[in-house]
């Protein structure tokens, strides 16, 4: 069946240290896959996102990394704070192509 | 302010009981979603509705009922719940499959 997964469930990080937060996905199809950041009490929202046609994306802070040939997708964080504390989804489009799927999350914590 | 409103924030109803949840996004998306969020469980897609159209109905059953009368709102009519529809219900909306999905802040919802 479908399904994305992370590789750990929790990451504990210094503060100023680069973070590495892993996702493997099943659905070999899918043109496209997004991070989310989830803060208590709040809905996830957007990191970033890359499509299949590239394996690298940058943005402020964070690189998203894809490997098709292992459906292996990561999000790097550089120079952690304690703000980056959340928990961490990769999603990848399902079957249908109509909407995204969910990993289960990491969750990160930051000490400072 | 994501963008994407949802109320109540928190709900809580009796098994015979009948209630709504209410989502509203200001994004000016054509796409609008539903998931559960429950603990220790990846987000769950449970509808997609695409220009009005339910385009997805990823198996759920029958005592929850969406209604997306316009582009902008979306709800989630809900009746003779069992205590295991107890989560974190997330609306979301998108201008299409590849792009990402924004999300609102949740009715945290428990059956009592």
């Known amino acids: 069946g479908e399904s994305v997964g992370l590789h750990l469930p929790t990451l504990s990080v210094q503060e100023g240290d680069n973070s590495i937060i892993n996702c493997a996905y099943s659905?070999?199809?899918?043109?496209?896959f997004i991070w989310y950041k989830q803060e208590s009490g709040k809905g996830p929202q957007f990191i970033i996102d890359?499509?299949?046609?590239?394996d690298k994306r940058q943005g402020q802070r964070v690189t998203v990394l894809l490997n098709k040939t292992v459906k292996h997708l990561s999000l790097q964080i550089a120079a952690t704070q304690p703000g980056d504390s959340a928990v961490y989804f990769c999603?990848?489009?399902?079957?249908?192509?109509?909407?995204?799927?969910f990993g289960k999350g990491t969750t990160l914590s930051v000490s400072s | 302010e994501t963008g994407v409103t949802q109320t109540p924030r928190h709900l809580v109803m009796g098994m015979t009981n009948k209630k709504s949840l209410k989502c509203e996004q200001h994004?000016?998306?054509?796409?609008m979603y539903w998931y559960k969020q429950s603990a220790k469980k990846p987000l769950e897609l449970m509808f997609v509705?695409?220009?009005?159209?339910?385009?997805e109905n990823n198996s759920v059953p029958s005592r929850f009922s969406p209604e997306c009368p316009n582009s902008s709102h979306l709800f989630l009519h809900l009746h003779t719940l069992q205590p295991e529809d107890s989560a974190l219900y997330l609306c979301?909306?998108?201008?299409?499959?590849?792009?990402?999905?924004?999300f609102g802040n949740g009715t945290r919802l428990t059956v009592t």
């Open positions: 890359i499509r299949s046609n590239m």
């Open positions: 994004l000016g998306h054509n796409a």
């Open positions: 999603a990848e489009k399902d079957q249908a192509g109509t909407a995204l799927i």
């Open positions: 979301a909306s998108s201008q299409g499959p590849n792009s990402p999905l924004h």
């Open positions: 659905n070999s199809a899918s043109d496209y």
């Open positions: 509705y695409s220009l009005e159209e339910r385009v």
